[in-house]
């Protein structure tokens, strides 16, 4: 199965949805690999910076730009716990005003808005996987291929 890294935004299908979440019950209820092959559609034609160039730190909970600047779901702690999950199952990370504003990279990085914005699929860890794991087995299988160019 193919599956696109462009994300909801671009216009992910349910379908896609529907299988990234069984992917991700999978992985986590089984010590199985998935093999799948994950387009990267993330790359953007107008020379911006794509989120594929952001670093994503799953124990803080956010991004971070080329920078260094942070990418956060929220900014300030809430009395009530909130998980940030829009209906379309992802979760906005937003960087701060402050830094985008004096940042040199603002050109690149978000030129007609003031602050960059990501949006992550709740099942992106198990997009994740896959891409890991189709890498590797697409190094090795060229390598157990020699004839294949």
């Not at 599956?3 to 990234?20: H, I, K, M, T």
Request: a positive charge; one cysteine or more.
């Amino acid at each position: 199965m193919l599956l696109s890294n462009a994300g909801p935004v671009a216009g992910q299908s349910r379908a896609v949805r529907e299988y990234l979440r069984a992917l991700e019950e999978t992985i986590q209820q089984k010590p199985i690999a998935p093999h799948v092959t994950v387009w990267d559609k993330t790359a953007r034609q107008d020379d911006t910076l794509s989120s594929s160039e952001f670093d994503w730190n799953p124990q803080a909970n956010e991004y971070r730009c080329p920078a260094g600047k942070a990418l956060r779901s929220e900014r300030r702690p809430f009395k009530n716990s909130r998980t940030h999950i829009i209906k379309a199952e992802t979760i906005i990370y937003r960087s701060s005003q402050l830094d985008c504003t004096g940042c040199s990279m603002k050109d690149r990085c978000c030129p007609n808005t003031p602050v960059r914005k990501i949006v992550r699929s709740v099942y992106d860890a198990a997009r994740e996987e896959a891409t890991r794991v189709s890498q590797g087995y697409e190094q090795n299988w060229v390598i157990s291929n020699p004839l294949q160019v």
